[in-house]
């Protein structure tokens, strides 16, 4: 028992050198260690996505077809809710388009995906169909208005066949 006390009195003692804090004050230490971790990492994350939205039409694959543009991409670290965010974006920079963006959370097995088609393009082509016929590919299904749509699957192994099923899709 004394053994124990004495290596955790030098424990302590070697914390609050590492920590350079007294003893009394460790708990109180870590804990605005931690705090001030978790806002880095927050700002981290915010600049990430940042970074992502000034950077979206690069970061997509984007196809010329001529009066109007295909793009389709995968990102990360966004909620199905900052997607939609991100495809206006990427349509407002892109002009006469469809955009398909893809997030994938590992976690839960699940892709969730946005199609937004620009508001010149939705008498030829639909967000809401495409998004039916790509669901049907990642095994999910989804829906939505003529400009917007939203989807989302559990075959997280099959974003490749969504794009080419995209692609046939918006080749008008």
Known sequence: AVEKGLKEHFLIKELSQIL???????????????KKLKEAERK???IK????????TEILKVIDKGNYKVAYGQVEGFKTNELRDLAD????????????L??????KGKVNFIVAVSK???????????VKQVAQVLGGKGGGRPDMAQGGGTEINK????????KEITNL
């Open 159 to 166: 974003i490749n066949e969504a794009f080419k099923k995209f």
């Open 102 to 107: 893809v997030v994938l959370d590992k976690e």
């Open 44 to 46: 981290l994350e915010e």
């Open 20 to 34: 350079t804090t007294k003893e009394d004050e460790l708990v109180e230490k870590v804990e605005l260690i931690q």
């Open 49 to 56: 996505r940042k970074s992502v939205i000034d950077k979206i």
């Open 120 to 130: 010149d393009l939705t008498d030829k082509i639909k967000a809401g169909d495409i």
């Open 89 to 100: 974006v990427a349509r407002a920079k892109l002009g006469s388009s469809v955009v398909m």
